[in-house]
Nanobody, 126 residues
Framework: QVQLVESGGGLVQAGGSLRLSCAGS????????MGWFRQGPGKEREFVAA????????NYADTVKGRFTISRDNAKNTVYLQMNSLKPEDTAVYSC???????????????????WGQGTQVTVSS
């Protein structure tokens, strides 16, 4: 079992930055592929970024490529999402997810992940 808790969300002006954290529990955290997803108001959940268990393979949605950076610190059981140049359309609840099995390439579909956090709200004002 893996439990995930996100933090770092908040209100920011367009062009600003936020850093989200996802703290995981469980001895297998370092073996988990990790992903970030988001769900905006009136929208379906969408993939944002994912990182392999070693951090050597990363995938981004086209909408965030070049602005967001995913990273992980297995010693701290934590995954991060650095978000720069934020836009109003980035407003959403951001959730981290863990996949029980290793896989390359890292999956981009929500159904591929087994454990989910509660989410943290990110609001970008124009």
């Amino acid at each position: 079992q893996v439990q995930l808790v996100e933090s770092g969300g908040g209100l920011v002006q367009a062009g600003g930055s936020l850093r989200l954290s996802c703290a995981g529990s469980g001895r297998t955290f370092s073996s988990n592929t990790m992903g970030w997803f988001r769900q905006g108001p009136g929208k379906e959940r969408e993939f944002v970024a994912a990182i392999s268990w070693t951090g050597g393979t990363i995938n981004y949605a086209d909408t965030v490529k070049g602005r967001f950076t995913i990273s992980r610190d297995n010693a701290k059981n934590t995954v991060y999402l650095q978000m720069n140049s934020l836009k109003p359309e980035d407003t959403a609840v951001y959730s981290c997810a863990a996949r029980a099995h290793r896989s390359i390439p890292v999956p981009t579909t929500a159904a591929s992940y087994d454990y989910w956090g509660q989410g943290t709200q990110v609001t970008v004002s124009s």
